[in-house]
């Protein structure tokens, strides 16, 4: 017989095994300097996936860089940043590929600092196991339950604690159970199905892969044991079809398909299909894949589907299967996980990104805020760094979603600026608010083209915006007098004036500030739906919320004029004695002086105050609307 037959056939086999393993993706997580690195380190070392090389330049990494004396040092194997070699710690999230006999293994090993719980989250996102090491020495810290918390958020269900330097303690099993004791009632209400507690050495590797001599009072598995017999199979196939579209695809004139990975379920030639916002209905014709048109796939797979019918589908859209449809809804309620530094405010705007479709989305209310030490609920008006809480969002257009407790793919949402395009949270669809199927919008004969027809103008709002004294009130004011003098219909929305009725009710917080311009957004919008030149002065300090108040609008319908007033011309007219108080502390959160003025980077019109008088600048501005056919 052929000795390279057998080689090649003896291969193939080892291949065939290998591809049928199944996939468990897990994450190591706990407070700062637990031992996640080492332990990670270790499992790659003890599967005996290190290359020679590898090895050596652990040795020398160890030596310059660790800190277990002449021991080598694991943790080096994935602490690969220099930053993070440097101090000891990880700061970001470092995934690893290792295998045994039973099973494969994708492993990320996030950072223990509270500054970088987000990328923690990242980890979790995709994971059906959580590691949680808690350092003997210390027991349970804030950053233990944070973690325990953000893994039963995001639905992750099977658990290990994972005792470690338990040779620091001198293996005592009355440290041990004290600490199980401990998490297992903070754990009680987090909704885990699996928690088994095991007592490591991730340094020496005592109940990693093999037991040891050290603790003969533990009988439990090792760490490796446990992680290839545990069963976290979430049966996505037997859940209901749900595919979002990533992108239509039409390379020529005789072939459309719709293509995407599906999120569950399983889908077949001539099976019936929805387009979940729309309503509209067919049949599969065929899969279609690089590989061959395939008689069934499933969750998982990225595929795509060409129908009998031709029907309005777009990227983004979610297709379903009929008889259980996603829910569709431009409001809902959901767990909201804050990563950015920059504080989420209610009302201010923001990208909402579920799927492959994005929207835009505000934040309006904050039901409460989750002390992640106790579990107790908060009132908050805003949220920082790290922080989670339920939330009730608004869209711009439904948006087809599930559940997140009933499909992760399709229940999931991140949330964006707009401007810098940087991911500020994670969010978790609860349900989805019902009071928005009662609202409609009222047909109306009388249309806003037909209003300003019979005013002979078009509606625009002018949005003046700049310091405090810089001009804004005396300029608009000038302005809507040239207007009425020419005959056009006009409306003043005056940030002081404004402030005496319709927001009375609110201070000069960050967050009252973002609400104040939401509030008069609306106003200026439906004064511009009757018709009118609208002019809206206010100090309007933050661009997200100018351009909240733009995309209100219709385009051509807002015209952003910038009164540039230098802060030291502002303060030496102070009218109302304002700049005085608040650089005697008396007044707080002033803009230009304690809180922050973002300039216009586009407007339409930008205004020199100072070098001009205000008649001078109302002419401009008249000027610009009559060249521009508004009046």
Same mark, same amino acid.
């Given at each position: 017989?052929?000795?390279?037959?057998?080689?090649?056939?003896?291969?193939?086999?080892?291949?065939?095994?290998?591809?049928?393993?199944?996939?468990?993706?897990?994450?190591?997580?706990?407070?700062?300097?637990?031992?996640?690195?080492?332990?990670?380190?270790?499992?790659?070392?003890?599967?005996?996936?290190?290359?020679?090389?590898?090895?050596?330049?652990?040795?020398?990494?160890?030596?310059?860089?660790?800190?277990?004396?002449?021991?080598?040092?694991?943790?080096?194997?994935?602490?690969?940043?220099?930053?993070?070699?440097?101090?000891?710690?990880?700061?970001?999230?470092?995934?690893?590929?290792?295998?045994?006999?039973?099973?494969?293994?994708i492993v990320a090993d996030t950072p223990g600092h509270e500054q970088y719980t987000r990328n923690m989250a990242t980890g979790a996102s995709n994971s059906d196991l959580a590691v949680i090491l808690v350092d003997s020495r210390q027991g349970i810290l804030p950053q233990t339950r944070r973690h325990s918390y953000i893994v039963s958020l995001l639905g992750i269900q099977h658990v290990v604690l994972a005792v470690n330097k338990i040779d620091l303690m001198e293996y005592s099993k009355e440290v041990f159970d004290k600490i199980v004791a401990e998490y297992t009632e903070f754990a009680r209400d987090?909704?885990?199905?699996?928690?088994?507690?095991?007592?490591?050495?991730?340094?020496?590797?005592?109940?990693?892969?093999?037991?040891?001599?050290?603790?003969?009072?533990?009988?439990?598995?090792?760490?490796?044991?446990?992680?290839?017999?545990?069963?976290?199979?979430?049966?996505?196939?037997?859940?209901?079809?749900?595919?979002?579209?990533?992108?239509?695809?039409?390379?020529?004139?005789?072939?459309?398909?719709?293509?995407?990975?599906?999120?569950?379920?399983?889908?077949?030639?001539?099976?019936?299909?929805?387009?979940?916002?729309?309503?509209?209905?067919?049949?599969?014709?065929?899969?279609?894949?690089?590989?061959?048109?395939?008689?069934?796939?499933?969750?998982?797979?990225?595929?795509?589907?060409?129908?009998?019918?031709?029907?309005?589908?777009?990227?983004?859209?979610?297709?379903?299967?009929?008889?259980?449809?996603?829910?569709?809804?431009?409001?809902?309620?959901?767990?909201?996980?804050?990563?950015?530094?920059?504080?989420?405010?209610?009302?201010?705007?923001?990208?909402?990104?579920?799927?492959?479709?994005?929207?835009?989305?505000?934040?309006?209310?904050?039901?409460?805020?989750?002390?992640?030490?106790?579990?107790?609920?908060?009132?908050?008006?805003?949220?920082?760094?790290?922080?989670?809480?339920?939330?009730?969002?608004?869209?711009?257009?439904?948006?087809?979603?599930?559940?997140?407790?009933?499909?992760?793919?399709? #229940?999931? =949402? *991140?949330? +964006?600026?707009?401007? !810098?395009?940087?991911?500020?949270?994670?969010?978790?669809?609860?349900? %989805? @608010?019902?009071?928005?199927?009662?609202?409609?919008?009222?047909?109306?004969?009388?249309?806003?083209?037909?209003?300003?027809?019979?005013?002979?103008?078009?509606?625009?709002?002018?949005?003046?915006?700049?310091?405090?004294?810089?001009?804004?009130?005396?300029?608009?004011?000038?302005?809507?007098?040239?207007?009425?003098?020419?005959?056009?219909?006009?409306?003043?929305?005056?940030?002081?004036?404004?402030?005496?009725?319709?927001?009375?009710?609110?201070?000069?917080?960050?967050?009252?500030?973002?609400?104040?311009?939401?509030?008069?957004?609306?106003?200026?919008?439906?004064?511009?739906?009757?018709?009118?030149?609208?002019?809206?002065?206010?100090?309007?300090?933050?661009?997200?919320?100018?351009?909240?108040?733009?995309?209100?609008?219709?385009? #051509?319908? =807002? *015209?952003? +004029?910038?009164?540039? !007033?230098?802060?030291?011309?502002?303060?030496?007219?102070?009218?109302? %004695? @304002?700049?005085?108080?608040?650089?005697?502390?008396?007044?707080?959160?002033?803009?230009?002086?304690?809180?922050?003025?973002?300039?216009?980077?586009?407007?339409?019109?930008?205004?020199?105050?100072?070098?001009?008088?205000?008649?001078?600048?109302?002419?401009?501005?008249?000027?610009?609307?009559?060249?521009?056919?508004?009046?």
């Open positions: 017989m052929n000795v390279e037959a057998l080689d090649l056939s003896a291969f193939q086999d080892y291949l065939t095994r290998h591809e049928q393993k199944s996939l468990l993706r897990f994450l190591t997580c706990g407070s700062v300097d637990d031992g996640k690195s080492t332990l990670i380190g270790r499992l790659l070392y003890d599967t005996k996936l290190l290359f020679e090389d590898q090895l050596a330049s652990l040795e020398r990494d160890s030596r310059k860089h660790g800190t277990v004396g002449e021991d080598i040092d694991f943790a080096l194997l994935v602490d690969g940043l220099e930053a993070e070699r440097e101090q000891g710690i990880t700061i970001d999230v470092a995934y690893r590929f290792f295998a045994t006999d039973l099973r494969k293994f987090l909704g885990f199905k699996t928690l088994q507690a095991i007592p490591l050495s991730a340094r020496f590797g005592d109940n990693v892969l093999d037991k040891g001599p050290n603790m003969p009072w533990y009988d439990g598995p090792t760490l490796v044991q446990h992680l290839e017999s545990v069963d976290v199979a979430e049966d996505r196939l037997s859940q209901s079809f749900r595919m979002p579209v990533q992108w239509v695809n039409r390379p020529n004139l005789d072939f459309r398909g719709f293509s995407g990975t599906i999120a569950s379920g399983l889908v077949k030639p001539g099976d019936p299909i929805v387009v979940a916002k729309s309503g509209r209905t067919s049949t599969v014709k065929s899969i279609v894949t690089m590989d061959g048109d395939l008689e069934e796939a499933g969750a998982g797979e990225a595929v795509t589907l060409t129908l009998a019918d031709e029907i309005d589908i777009s990227r983004g859209d979610v297709l379903a299967t009929p008889e259980d449809r996603p829910d569709v809804s431009d409001q809902f309620a959901a767990e909201l996980i804050w990563m950015s530094d920059e504080e989420m405010l209610p009302g201010r705007a923001y990208l909402l990104k579920m799927g492959s479709k994005t929207v835009t989305a505000t934040v309006t209310e904050i039901k409460h805020k989750v002390d992640i030490n106790t579990f107790n609920k908060l009132a908050a008006k805003k949220l920082s760094l790290n922080e989670v809480a339920v939330v009730n969002l608004a869209l711009s257009e439904p948006v087809a979603f599930d559940p997140y407790s009933e499909n992760r793919d399709t #229940g999931s =949402f *991140i949330l +964006i600026d707009r401007l !810098t395009n940087l991911t500020l949270g994670a969010g978790m669809v609860e349900f %989805g @608010l019902r009071r928005a199927d009662n609202i409609h919008w009222q047909a109306l004969d009388v249309t806003k083209q037909a209003r300003a027809e019979a005013k002979g103008q078009k509606p625009v709002v002018l949005w003046f915006t700049g310091l405090s004294g810089a001009g804004k009130s005396t300029v608009a004011n000038l302005v809507e007098k040239m207007l009425h003098v020419e005959g056009r219909h006009t409306y003043t929305l005056d940030g002081d004036n404004v402030r005496h009725g319709l927001n009375k009710d609110l201070g000069f917080t960050d967050a009252d500030r973002v609400e104040n311009i939401r509030r008069v957004s609306e106003a200026a919008r439906l004064f511009v739906d009757a018709g009118l030149i609208v002019l809206v002065s206010f100090i309007s300090p933050f661009r997200s919320e100018r351009r909240m108040a733009r995309d209100l609008m219709e385009a #051509g319908e =807002f *015209i952003e +004029i910038y009164v540039n !007033t230098p802060i030291e011309i502002a303060e030496q007219r102070d009218p109302k %004695g @304002l700049y005085k108080k608040a650089r005697a502390g008396q007044i707080k959160n002033f803009t230009g002086i304690d809180s922050p003025y973002e300039e216009p980077e586009n407007a339409e019109i930008v205004l020199t105050s100072g070098s001009k008088t205000p008649e001078e600048l109302a002419s401009e501005v008249v000027a610009y609307l009559k060249s521009n056919g508004y009046a």
